[in-house]
């Protein structure tokens, strides 16, 4: 195994199994479909009902589902981030086109509505000793951050999304392992090499920040945003242009690839000119990058809101969120609404899909890691607990470009996707238009996800490996 063999906390990194690259045509199950044939969707969304953030946002009505047949210049799979920014940014570019976004499930219910909510700035290659690695691509990267970063904070001024809680908040990234200080202090010179601000804080000045006398060290940097993740993709997909119909509750369970594109939904068909995949680990059931992209399901809990005693009993600042230095550690945060939310836990879905009563087993492992934390706050109970599906790749690259004719795609959020997927929907959508930015070209370029060998290997490899990583991070997680 080598170091890329990880999964970096919910910020970034690789999943997969062993060190050889297996190198088939990525893209063979959709190029090779032969026209007129359906391919069948081999497995639909199925997220577990408890999403915290998404109850707790204020309710929406969803668009309603497709009834029968439908066409467009373009459509877009998955309102998600990525969908969102992409099926915007084409109404943008092409005012006199209808855009069609279809979502199997609610705005806000999948991946996008269910994590912690950073929009994290800084790269963090895990397979660099000092984090950053080469400058080059540290720099492209943090640009391609700062670009996601910068059109969410412009789109929650211009439409007024309150609920997206944002706020320039900074994170701290927490160490109580030897090993997780090493981190730190490695990645302190990568940050230096890079020229980004930190602020290294030692454990005894960490409670008036944090709360809690948990942790031996943080590292902390501002550049990071934080925000009530279903608050904001609900408001961004109620602010969408006019020129764009999103349908929600409408699975694609079937594709014809052709000339121009052809999607089965349960009562009907959208015919597509140009087809945008912006479902992450699902565009592998369209027949591309199969085995490449790893749905790897990551948890987290919401407690109540602690009282007005509750919060003076912890101390510390209103609002903050801290990742671990351990990549399988535990992601903290304190609400806007006084809650606290933890996330860690992760488990191979190969599907997907949610698995049912898994989160009862997961919340044992989040209520250890809170009263480890806050051991005054031991009666405050989880109000929700709640998985959802990262699209992790072995060598922690992406796909952004061309599928096959007609079809395009940014798939593959490696655990960032709040301002990967905005950024890479965005840009994609301006490449099909014909503008290009020099972010583009270092997408275009960039190596592309590797595939991994088939089940059982890839079950027994992922399971292992999510195993190991969760067995060795001690006190972090
Ligand atoms: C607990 C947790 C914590 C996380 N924390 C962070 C974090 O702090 N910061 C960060 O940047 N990232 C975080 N992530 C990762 C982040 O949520 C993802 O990177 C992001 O959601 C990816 O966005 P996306 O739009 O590419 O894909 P998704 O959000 O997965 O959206 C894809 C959409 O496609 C839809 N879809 C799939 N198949 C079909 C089909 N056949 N027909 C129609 N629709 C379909 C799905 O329902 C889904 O809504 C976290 C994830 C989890 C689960």
Known sequence: MTRRDVIVGVGAGAVGVGAATFAPD????????????????????????????FHTSPKREPQPPLIGDAQAPWVVIGAGFTGLAA???LALNFPDDQIILVEAQQVGFGASGRNAGFLIDLPHDIGAPDYIGNPETANQILELNHTGQTILRELVEQHQITDAQLRHSG????????????????????????????????????????????????????????????????????????????????????????????LHHASGRITADKLVLANNAFGTHFGFLERAILPIFTYGSLTRPLTP?????????KFWGLIPADPFGTTLRRTHDNRILVRNSFSYNGDGRARPGYTDKVV???????????????????????????GMTRNGQGFFGELRPNVYGSLGCNGLGTVRGTATGVLLADWLAGKNHS???????????????????????????????????????
Do not use: C
């Not at 999103?246 to 000339?259: K, M, Q, R, S, W």
């Open 26 to 53: 990525l893209l063979r199950g959709g190029s090779s479909s032969q026209p007129g044939a359906v391919k069948t969707v081999t497995s639909l969304p199925a997220d577990d009902p408890t999403p915290g953030w």
């Open 87 to 89: 099926a915007r940014q």
């Open 171 to 262: 994170k701290y990234q927490g160490a109580v392992e030897d090993s997780g200080i090493a981190v730190l202090d490695a990645y302190r010179g990568g940050l230096e090499k890079l020229g980004q601000r930190y602020e290294m804080i030692e454990g005894k000045d960490l409670p008036e920040h944090l709360g809690t006398s948990f942790y031996r060290k943080a590292l902390y940097t501002p550049g990071t945003i934080l925000v009530q993740p279903a608050g904001l993709v609900k408001g961004l997909a109620n602010s969408l242009p006019e020129n764009v119909t999103l349908y929600e509750n409408t699975p694609i369970t079937g594709v014809e690839y052709g000339a121009k594109t052809i």
């Open 309 to 317: 005693a509750e919060q003076a009993s912890i101390g510390g600042k």
């Open 364 to 390: 044992k492992a989040h209520r250890e890691s809170f009263e480890r934390r806050f051991p005054a706050l031991k009666d405050v109970e989880f109000e929700y607990t709640w998985g959802g599906g990262l």
């Open 439 to 477: 972010l583009t070209e270092f997408l275009l370029t960039a190596p592309k996800p590797v595939s991994n060998p088939p089940d059982p290997f890839l079950t027994v490899g992922v399971d292992f490996t999510l195993w190991r990583g969760q067995s060795k991070a001690g006190l972090e997680a």
